[in-house]
């Protein structure tokens, strides 16, 4: 999946960002399904919030870390597109 600058990620119904204090991290939770998100993952999640479109976090995010634009969206779109295929992300075009 390529993602467009205006295509707007969006956690569908039942997934949610969710801290597992017991494992003492942060995790995707969907129904019958989890992942643990590392730093990063975390970064790029808290981006998400249904609209803000793949152009405006990836700004966001290299403007956050001092990073190139072309680096960042290349990382985000893998991101995005994976969860999105796993059905924890949907995209609005």
Known sequence: MTL?????PVMP?????????VRDRWVLLAPERTISLDEIALAIHREIDGIRNFEAIVARL??????PTAEIAEDVSAYIAGLADRRFLDIAR
């Open 13 to 21: 119904r039942g997934v949610r960002l969710h801290f597992d204090k």
């Open 4 to 8: 467009e600058a205006n295509d707007v």
């Open 62 to 67: 290299a403007e956050t870390y001092e990073a």
